[in-house]
């Protein structure tokens, strides 16, 4: 089961939104708007920049996650997303990782639901495990001994990104095409995201939510929930 957590988010969001949008169209400065502008005022700007597309605005909100036992693959789907995104990871140069037993790996459902198919990943992971264990018992170093294990092997990340870069990350990787793990770790981040800020992420998620597939043939063909 992964973990994730939300560590640190810009205070007040919206407020922090807002302000940077309304700064556009007055004479005021920054610290006189944050001080002087109205909940009511917040919630009026936030609908426009949502509505018009003004998403520059956006970027002032950032979000601290912890990420923790994703596989590798899942990571490295993660850490595609370049823009308004920042990343740490543990090193498997510098850390030895645990294998023994079998909580160092990530298990996929379609091997989880069939027992022969379960069997053939555990022999893998087990022979992984062994290879590894060998190597560095034989002095090979950390990082080079790392060769050995496998996508599966799970891993922990700090990810910190903007709220303009979340919603093209939800919009990407909650939809159904995406994999199923990065998929329940967009998915999570979204539940975590959503209270903080109501108005920004209110219809955030992918295409589906917002109007129709623009996926062609490779359409799931059923609008998402977050059920
Ligand atoms: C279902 C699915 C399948 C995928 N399959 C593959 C695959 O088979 N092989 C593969 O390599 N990748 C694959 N990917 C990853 C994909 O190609 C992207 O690398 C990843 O989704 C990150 O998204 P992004 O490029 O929008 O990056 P982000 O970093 O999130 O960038 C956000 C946006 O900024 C702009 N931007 C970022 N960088 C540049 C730039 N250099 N120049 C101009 N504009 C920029 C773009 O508008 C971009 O959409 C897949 C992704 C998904 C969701």
Redesign the pocket.
């Known amino acids: 089961m992964m973990e994730v957590k939300l560590l640190y988010h810009t205070p007040e969001p919206e407020r922090a939104i807002a302000v940077a949008a309304r700064l556009c169209y007055s004479t005021l400065g920054g610290e006189e708007l944050s001080e002087t502008l109205t909940q009511k005022q917040v919630d009026g700007v936030l609908k426009t920049i949502v509505s018009s597309g003004h998403h520059s605005t956006l970027e002032h909100a950032s979000y601290t996650f912890s990420v923790e036992g994703i596989s590798r693959s899942c990571s490295h789907q993660l850490v595609?997303?370049?823009?308004g995104?920042s990343f740490n990871q543990q090193s498997q140069r510098y850390c030895e990782i645990d294998v023994t037993g079998d909580s160092w790996y990530v298990t996929p459902p379609s091997f989880a639901a069939d027992e022969e198919q379960l069997d053939a990943y555990w022999d893998a992971m087990s022979g992984c495990a062994k290879a590894y264990q060998d190597a560095l018992k034989e002095g090979v170093k950390k990082e080079d001994a790392r060769y050995l294990l496998p996508e599966a092997t799970k891993t922990n990340i700090v990810v910190t990104m903007n709220a303009r870069?979340l919603l093209?990350?939800f919009e990407?990787?909650c939809c159904n095409?995406?994999q199923w793990e990065i998929r329940e770790l967009a998915c999570k981040m979204l539940e975590l995201v959503k209270p903080t800020a109501p108005t920004v992420f209110k219809d955030a998620g992918p295409q589906c939510v917002r109007s129709a597939c623009k996926e062609g043939r490779m359409s799931c063909g059923n609008p998402w929930t977050d059920e």
Request: glycine share 0%; net charge positive; hydrophobic share 40%.
């Open positions: 595609r997303h370049r823009v995104a870069e093209h990350f990407l990787r095409r995406a």
